[in-house]
């Protein structure tokens, strides 16, 4: 089935280190995103990509990167300039181009991040 | 980007109808979107509506769309206890990125 896999579920990180969350999707979409879900909030744009190799910076791109060298995969750095990293990361994808450019976002089951 | 506002909670009984506002920011906006969240899941996409409508009706769902005032409502028939969730009302950017509300819980009780 097709859909968007991000891994892992779980994820803890001691301070000053950097971790990577996973983000692949079999949808032959064009455009992938990650977003930030912190309790009581909605979600919050980090980065978005439109296509392979060309990234931009969301609301709050301050501490994370992001490589696009294929496709499907999208993953996302949360490095130890982040201050606050707690939280629940949720990756998307949808179709920019032709009659599919205007097809709702969809989302992967998320990754919860928690420092120790 | 601007706050897409969503009152934070809704309490309905079983059976009765539930209505979810929002109100968002762009009036230049062309799809808006409203999402489910079960607890500890990514977000599930119930229905969208494009700008130049002013309803649409997806079995239990009806969505309705005021572009004079940018507002936004759900409403969801002989609501369940399996509707229990957080709604989001999302609204599409440039560059297909989604502006967010914070979301509504539903709670539906027996």
């Known amino acids: 089935d097709g859909g968007i896999t991000q891994s892992p579920k779980y994820l803890f990180r001691k301070e000053g280190q950097n971790v990577t969350l996973s983000c692949e999707q079999n949808?032959?979409?064009?455009?992938m995103y990650w977003y930030r879900q912190d309790p009581g909030q909605g979600l919050r744009l980090i980065y978005y990509?439109?296509?392979?190799?060309?990234?931009q910076k969301g609301d709050i791109a301050e501490g994370y990167s992001v490589s696009r060298e294929k496709k499907e995969s999208f993953p996302l750095t949360v490095t130890s300039a982040q201050k606050n990293p707690t939280a629940f990361y949720l990756c998307?994808?949808?179709?920019?181009?032709?009659?599919?450019?205007?097809?709702?976002?969809?989302f992967g089951d998320g990754t919860r991040l928690s420092i120790l | 980007g601007e706050d897409v506002e969503q009152s934070l909670f809704l309490s309905v009984r079983e059976g009765d109808s539930s209505v979810i506002n929002c109100t968002y920011t762009?009036?230049?906006?062309?799809?808006l979107y409203w999402y489910k969240q079960e607890p500890g899941a990514g977000l599930q996409l119930l229905t969208y509506?494009?700008?130049?409508?002013d309803m649409k009706q997806d079995q239990r769902l009806t969505v309705l769309l005021n572009k004079k005032d940018k507002h936004l409502s759900l409403r969801i028939a002989d609501t369940q206890t399996g509707d229990s969730a957080i709604y989001f009302c999302?609204?599409?950017?440039?560059?297909?990125?989604?502006?967010f509300g914070k979301g509504t819980s539903l709670l539906v009780t027996p």
């Open positions: 949808l032959n979409h064009d455009a």
């Open positions: 509506i494009f700008s130049n409508m």
């Open positions: 999302a609204e599409r950017m440039a560059g297909y990125a989604l502006n």
């Open positions: 990509s439109q296509i392979v190799n060309d990234f």
């Open positions: 762009d009036s230049s906006s062309t799809y």
């Open positions: 998307a994808s949808s179709v920019t181009t032709g009659e599919g450019r205007n097809q709702p976002q969809h």
